[in-house]
């Protein structure tokens, strides 16, 4: 969902509607080849290889909060990284858009494979980083549950309707229809305010006081915060919200 081409969510930089049908059709028969060693690698287009560094930098964010998990909760050293694992998704996910169109080349394939590492770095990492600072209640995973699934919808979304959307003189579509799912990194800056002031799991603020009821043996225990996940993946689905793309 990057400012890029018309990957899963962005632009259309990476699928610009003038790009070389050659290179698409080069791409399927190769893909489609039952023979040769490393076929499908061979298949990809260097944009496609930076937008795997995206899906990357996406698992690494979430081995580092599974690290962090597994040490002390004072020891901030992998949930940093895990935090800083996600800009430089972003990087790449706004990269893959400039080298596909400065080379000329478009990829169907690498608008799945956009909409896949999207999800990974902007989806699943930030849900995965909450849970690591303390989101870890029942219900908490659930709501987390439910931003996730909202990235994935908007993304399959984008997949379905981009050909349908209104373009303008160059061919890009006008709007985001509901914000972009790398928006979610507003929620990863809130996340690195926390952990810098120690307003985590265990102390005092967003994420470390408790909501919740005794009712059902406090099945519905939960922390505030989470409704900010909720929230943004509501707006990630909406098909109200337009947001112009620059």
Known sequence: MSLRSSVANG?????????????QEKQAKLLASDTGHFSMIR????ADLITELNGFCGFMS???SMRYCLG????????????????????????????????GKSSLMGQELDSLADLISFGVAP??????????????????????LCGLTRLARFNVTVSSLPKDSTGKSKY?????????????AAMAWCVWMGKVEGGEGPIGGLMGT????GILEMHPIV????????????????????
């Open 176 to 188: 985001f229809e509901g914000t972009p799912i790398p928006t979610s990194l507003g929620i990863v």
């Open 11 to 23: 632009d259309p930089d990476r699928k610009a509607p003038n790009a070389p049908q050659a290179s």
């Open 72 to 103: 002390p909760p004072d020891a901030y050293s992998n949930i940093y990284a895990a935090l800083a694992f996600m800009p430089f998704g972003l990087f790449f996910d706004f990269m893959d858009g400039k080298v596909a169109r400065w080379r």
């Open 214 to 217: 005794e009712a059902f043996g």
């Open 43 to 46: 298949a990809l287009h260097l």
């Open 227 to 246: 409704g900010v996940f909720v929230g943004w993946g509501c707006a990630m689905v909406s098909k109200s919200i337009h947001i112009p793309k620059p």
């Open 127 to 148: 849900a995965s980083c909450a849970f690591a600072l303390g989101l870890r209640t029942p219900l908490d995973t659930l709501l987390l549950s439910f931003f996730v």
């Open 62 to 64: 979430i081995l580092s």
